[in-house]
């Protein structure tokens, strides 16, 4: 059986969490993304000085999850104006969660949700939610399983390529 921990991350991880963002955002978007426009946003959102300022944000957690002490993947919740929307005090935004390609289909992604929950309930949240690209069928799949259901939509940018991302919003009390 695998041995599965989760741990957040602290401004000394910037380096681990660099080289895993830009690894699972690659794998999970270069098939249906231009070169440029990957890189544009690869170089921008995962820049060391970004990532600093993220993880020194005091309203944003990252946590690593580890299988058997390997890293296979990160979660990213943001409270307060950290949200990417404004969607209230009352909601956590899981703004990212990725888990690394040979770690797929092992529940992964199902304990770093059940963290990403566990936070909200813990910081007594009314909700969460999330953005996904309406194009990304097996995390929308996911999320719905997840229990988690189509509230929205906003724009995002890959590049300089507006793209529309579905907001899922989940109710906790």
């Known amino acids: 059986m695998t041995a599965i921990t989760i741990k957040k991350c602290c401004v000394d991880d910037v380096q681990t969490l660099q080289n895993i963002s830009m690894e699972t955002f690659i794998d999970t978007f270069k098939d249906q993304n231009s070169p440029e426009n990957m890189k544009a946003y690869v170089e921008k959102a995962f820049n060391l000085k970004q990532l600093e300022t993220e993880l020194s944000n005091q309203t944003s957690e990252f946590y690593f999850i580890y299988a058997d002490g390997d890293i296979a993947g990160y979660l990213k919740v943001n409270a307060g104006d950290a949200q990417s929307e404004a969607m209230g005090d009352d909601s956590l935004e899981v703004e990212r969660i990725y ?54 939509a906003h724009s995002f940018y890959m590049g300089d ?13």
């Open 99 to 152: 888990v690394r390609k040979k770690f797929h289909k092992q529940g992964l992604g199902t304990f770093l949700m059940n963290k990403a929950i566990e936070i909200a309930t813990e910081q007594n949240k009314e909700k969460i939610w999330l953005g996904v690209w309406e194009k990304n069928k097996n995390a929308i799949d996911f999320y719905s399983k997840m229990g988690f259901v189509h509230t929205g």
């Open 161 to 173: 390529e507006e793209q529309t991302d579905l907001i899922m919003t989940r109710t906790l009390k």
